[in-house]
């Protein structure tokens, strides 16, 4: 049902940097436990942004309050001052957040998943990604992961690659979760706009630098 938006993601979010592939590894084990359990493994110093109380958490240390998004908006795309408006927020948040030791912080945050073509050089399969948006008191949030490796990879063991390989042979999909470790981008840290789905809905747009990326299996 998603396969196609997931396939355009990848095709998208694998053309990084080449520097980015050689430096962060995009083939790692199909792990098989839960995003909670995995959660519980993480290092003390990194933020786990998996739902609206720790995202507002996060972004009341880095922006202190949500903006008046009624009065960005105003009367819409078309009204004359719209753009301007967002434009001026972004800015004035843009500056008033240099030094922030938040911007330095480790976040972990989880997109959607499916395996798809099977490599058989890493013995493992590629991952078609979508993002997940989550609804906050300050907008929806939609991380965007930058830097990534050029080849997504999750490699099963060989007791689960049986299982797999099974599921995907009878049409089912195997739907991981992705999960991203890594810092705000300086300078391009969050973006502010709105969704174009919704009419003055708000929407945050944290920009991420990719450091570490798992793949968890809950099944």
């Not at 929407?203 to 991420?208: S, W």
Request: glycine residues 10%; aromatic residues 10%.
């Amino acid at each position: 049902m998603r396969c196609l938006s997931f396939l355009l993601s990848a095709v998208m979010l694998a053309a990084g940097p080449a520097l980015a592939a050689e430096e962060v590894s995009g083939v790692g084990p199909l792990q098989i436990r839960s995003v909670r359990e995995f959660a519980k493994t993480l290092a003390n110093d990194i933020r786990f942004l998996d739902d609206p109380a720790s995202i507002e958490s996060f972004l009341a240390a880095l922006d202190g309050e949500p903006p008046d998004w009624p009065t960005v908006y105003g009367q819409g795309h078309h009204d004359p001052g719209h753009d301007e408006r967002l434009f001026n927020l972004n800015r004035a948040r843009d500056a008033k957040r240099e030094g922030n030791p938040a911007l330095q912080t480790r976040i972990a945050f989880v997109w959607s998943g499916e395996l798809s073509r099977f490599d058989p050089e890493t013995g493992g399969y590629s991952i078609a990604l979508g993002p997940v948006f989550t609804a906050t008191r300050w907008g929806v949030v939609r991380f965007k992961p930058e830097d990534l490796p050029g080849e997504l990879r999750a490699v099963p063991d060989p007791e689960q690659a049986v299982r797999v390989k099974g599921l995907m042979d009878r049409g089912e999909p195997v739907e991981p979760a992705v999960l991203f470790i890594g810092r705000l981008i300086p300078g391009e840290s969050l973006v502010y706009d709105f969704s174009h789905d919704e009419g003055g809905l708000g929407l945050i747009m944290p920009f991420v630098r990719i450091e570490q990326v798992h793949y968890v299996w809950d099944r």
